[in-house]
T-cell receptor
């Protein structure tokens, strides 16, 4: 079974600053994917970034990047140059071939952007 | 319409009512999912359908009854619910059941059971 843990229920950052959201996971699988999803007040869950476990290079999507530490089972999300539109719930999730269908999610981190 | 749509967006029902949630995907996908999102809990996978066949049922009470008449539509029929069933119900779809396929989510139905 997979578990995903987000230890920060809420984070706050000044606009234009950088913030890092933490996520740890546990899995017995050797091949798996990790994700960060964003859920704004509109509630539509949007994929922000994906990391394939077999890839050593950290994934990057514009202002969003991850720090994937496989041995430590850590997968943090860094948001650079924070913008007001980044305010949302952020969920870390995982999936693997040996697990059940669907995604395993953490409890989420509420990100507040201070203008 | 594009992506994954869900209706209604909000639903209030009594414990003795029967209602249905509808999900439609316009992406040509073959797998669809129901998730439950409760306050302060991780999203929980409820059901998985692949090519209109239910392939996963994660110990969900029988008061929740899914239906997938075709690969584009997914329903969740609700009857005799409990107040603890109040939650956001999210539908998702993916190209197939392959775990590597990205899931696309709808906006959810906010359900309140009185």
């Amino acid at each position: 079974a997979q578990t995903v843990t987000q230890s920060q229920p809420e984070m706050s950052v000044q606009e234009a600053e950088t913030v890092t959201l933490s996520c740890t996971y546990d899995t017995s699988e050797s091949d798996y994917y990790l994700f960060w999803y964003k859920q704004p007040p509109s509630r539509q869950m949007i994929l922000v970034i994906r990391q394939e476990a077999y890839k050593q290079q950290n994934a990057t999507e514009n202002r969003f990047s991850v720090n994937f530490q496989k041995a430590a089972k850590s997968f943090s999300l860094k948001i650079s140059d924070s913008q007001l539109g980044d305010a949302a719930m952020y969920f870390c999730a995982s999936t693997s071939g040996g697990g059940a269908d669907g995604l395993t999610f953490g409890k989420g981190t509420h990100l507040i952007i201070q203008p | 319409e594009t992506g994954v749509t869900q209706t209604p967006r909000h639903l209030v029902m009594g414990m003795t009512n029967k209602k249905s949630l509808k999900c439609e995907q316009h992406l040509g996908h073959n797998a669809m999912y129901w998730y439950k999102q409760s306050a302060k809990k991780p999203l929980e996978l409820m059901f998985v359908y692949s090519l209109e066949e239910r392939v996963e049922n994660n110990s969900v009470p029988s008061r929740f009854s899914p239906e997938c008449p075709n690969s584009s539509h997914l329903f969740l029929h609700l009857h005799t619910l409990q107040p603890e069933d109040s939650a956001l119900y999210l539908c998702a779809s993916s190209q197939s059941r392959r775990w590597t396929d990205e899931q696309f989510f709808g906006p959810g139905t906010r359900l309140t059971v009185l």
